[in-house]
């Protein structure tokens, strides 16, 4: 158990709608990180927050928004949703945003678009 | 710019023999080096981290990796695989200058055979 916590686990949704992922960071750790992991794109980075303010912006569309909220948990939007869009999301998190520092993974939230 | 090479998509190996996974990586400065691993319908744990101590960095599960930095490598290796060591498994490299969100391999599929 690596300490940071997705829920919902699996997600069925059709599309055009819009779905909120939610991520629980380990106990103390500042930096939230949101990955997409899909067949044909591999593992890819989505956004990163530290301390309630983003830090780094990857291959994340224009659909998809996140925040981080003062208790530090984060929030991954999902709206008009296509059905591309199905994927397995993981948060991570880390007890600060230096460079190599560890980053700790969810369990990740299955999205089904259909 | 980072980037980070996995050698082979596939590796294949008899339980109790050798595992070897390929990783070669770039980096414009010295990198931190991870290696993670995914079972199946789970999140990714981390096996073992290189920071620029010693070259050769012990893991859990009885993996170990070696940093050849003139080889621009980071193989993971394990004498003796076992049927549990099946999953996926990712290189990353996360650089000590310039963008400091990680970059992954496109992973290696470990299949052991009984």
């Known amino acids: 158990d690596s300490g940071v916590t997705q829920t919902p686990k699996h997600l069925i949704t059709a599309t055009g709608q819009r779905v909120t992922l939610r991520c629980s960071p380990r106990?103390?750790?500042?930096?939230v990180y949101w990955y997409q992991q899909s067949l044909d794109q591999g593992l890819q980075f989505l956004i990163q927050y530290y301390n309630g303010e983003e830090r780094a912006k990857g291959n994340i569309l224009e659909r998809f928004s996140a925040q981080q909220f003062p208790d530090l948990h984060s929030e991954l939007n999902l709206s008009s949703l296509e059905l591309g869009d199905s994927a397995l999301y993981f948060c991570?998190?880390?007890?600060?945003?230096?460079?190599?520092?560890?980053?700790?993974f969810g369990e990740g939230s299955w999205l089904t678009v259909v | 710019a980072q980037s980070v090479t996995q050698l082979d998509s596939h590796v294949s190996v008899s339980e109790g023999t050798p595992v070897l996974l390929r990783c070669n990586y770039s980096?414009?400065?010295?990198?931190?080096l991870f290696w993670y691993v995914q079972h199946p319908n789970k999140g990714l744990q981390l096996l073992l981290k290189?920071?620029?101590?010693?070259?050769l960095v012990k893991g859990i599960n009885g993996f170990e990796a070696e940093f050849k930095k003139s080889e621009t490598s980071f193989h993971l290796t394990k004498p003796s695989a076992h049927m549990s060591d099946a999953a996926e498994y990712f290189c990353v490299v996360s650089p000590s200058g310039g963008s400091y969100i990680p970059t992954f391999g496109r992973g290696t599929s470990l299949i052991v055979h009984p």
């Open positions: 991570a998190s880390s007890d600060t945003s230096l460079i190599g520092n560890t980053i700790y």
């Open positions: 106990s103390g750790d500042l930096s």
């Open positions: 290189y920071t620029s101590a010693a070259t």
């Open positions: 980096s414009s400065y010295s990198p931190s």
